[in-house]
């Protein structure tokens, strides 16, 4: 039976944990054979090890700030969201952020700023960050936000806090929204649900400023709906390799190498993969996909994981896989009040 729709808020939270915490081992590896992901989860199913032995990084700890604002302020606030990323930053500094949002995540710490867009609008020279740091944080605007329309501007209004180039806050208005359609079931019809990511990045990068940034990249004119077209031929193959995801679609720590490539993860373990165990269920399927192809590991797990888990629900997670991950407790209570705030009628469409 499909899950329910409070099954799926938890899912997508605590998937969206899991991935960073089981993709940290690999974050950053050129070749991560199968066997060795294989290894390392069933090293999750040893009650030995202890509980929360593997740490959250930067994507968890800036998702909580985005939920933890969302539900204290009822509504996107853009100053008491930057005020709680420099607040975790501070606490936290250790966790692996990207090198160039730590200057952000300082000047958004002054009591004296102004404009909490402009730190972010003077990195890279003035581009501004194209990195994946306002995707991997973007699942809880879709668990808040009911109306498509409210899940891409919150999400890229809330992504711009740290990055101002367009395809740093457009992957993550595509991230909230696989989730938001994942949330809704729209799994259920594979070919539907990317053909409808493709049709709402065409609108969003319709906009100037995305064609002025994908000119100056040297980017195709919609480099987001040619990356998803490209999801959509791999899609149709009987059989893809690692080398052929990770060259159509890349696994890198910019937005544009890894958004569309989390939400190939996903589509691609909606059926039992070869070399991944038949005992595993479809969220452990893409996390374990997810890890094999290297590179930035924690994040687009977490991504994955975050589309996935909206689609199985909170009970198709292992518990050996929760209890071996710090904040999935906590990521479970911040679904459960997202899933009260979503209810409340100022909310409806
Ligand atoms: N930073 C990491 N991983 C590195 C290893 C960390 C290690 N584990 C440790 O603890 O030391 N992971 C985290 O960073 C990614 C999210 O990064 P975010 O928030 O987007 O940061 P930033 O700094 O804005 O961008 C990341 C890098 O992308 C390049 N870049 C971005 N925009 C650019 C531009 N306009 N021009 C040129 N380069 C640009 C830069 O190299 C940035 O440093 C996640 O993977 C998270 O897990
Ligand atoms: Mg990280
Ligand atoms: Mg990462």
Not at 38 to 54: F, V, W
Not at 206 to 235: G, I, T, W
Not at 330 to 336: P, Y
Request: proline share 4%; charged share 25%.
């Amino acid at each position: 039976a499909a899950p329910g729709v409070l099954s799926r808020f938890r899912g997508a939270l605590v998937g969206s944990v899991l991935g960073d915490c089981i993709g940290g081992e690999f974050e950053g590896a050129v070749d991560v054979p199968l066997d060795r992901v294989l290894q390392h989860l069933s090293a999750l199913e040893d009650e030995t090890r202890g509980d929360g032995i593997l740490q959250y990084s930067d994507d968890t700890a800036m998702m909580r700030c985005v939920a933890d604002s969302l539900l204290t302020r009822m509504a996107f606030d853009e100053r008491d969201m930057a005020r709680r990323f420099a607040k975790e930053y501070n606490l936290a500094p250790g966790r692996g952020y990207g090198s160039g949002v730590v200057q952000v995540l300082r000047k958004l710490a002054s009591p004296h700023l102004k404009d909490v867009f402009q730190p972010a609008q003077a990195q890279f020279g003035g581009r501004g960050s194209f990195g994946n740091g306002g995707a991997m944080r973007a699942a809880p605007f879709a668990l808040a936000f009911k109306s498509r329309a409210d899940v891409c501007k919150y999400s890229r209004l809330g992504a711009m806090l740290t990055h101002s180039c367009s395809l740093g806050y457009n992957g993550a208005a595509l991230q909230a929204l696989a989730v938001h359609l994942s949330l809704q079931g729209a799994l259920a019809l594979p070919k539907e649900f990317i053909n409808k990511l493709i049709s709402e990045m065409e609108e969003m990068e319709k906009d100037e400023k995305a064609q002025l940034d994908a000119k100056a990249l040297n980017l195709s004119e919609f480099p987001y709906c040619s990356r998803l077209h490209r999801v959509k031929e791999l899609m149709d193959r009987n059989s893809v390799s690692i080398e052929e995801v990770i060259s159509e679609l890349g696994n890198g720590i910019a937005a544009l190498q890894s958004v569309p490539t989390a939400i190939f993860c996903v589509l691609h373990c909606l059926e039992p993969r070869d070399g991944l165990p038949e005992r595993f269920g479809g969220l452990e399927r893409t996390i374990s996909y997810s890890l094999a192809l290297g590179g930035d590991t924690d994040t687009i797990a977490c991504m994955a994981g975050a589309i996935a888990g909206a689609h199985y629900g909170i009970d198709s997670i292992p518990q050996s896989w929760q209890k071996s991950c710090e904040g999935v407790e906590e990521a479970d209570d911040l679904a459960r009040r997202l899933y009260n705030f979503y209810c409340l009628p100022q909310f409806e469409e």
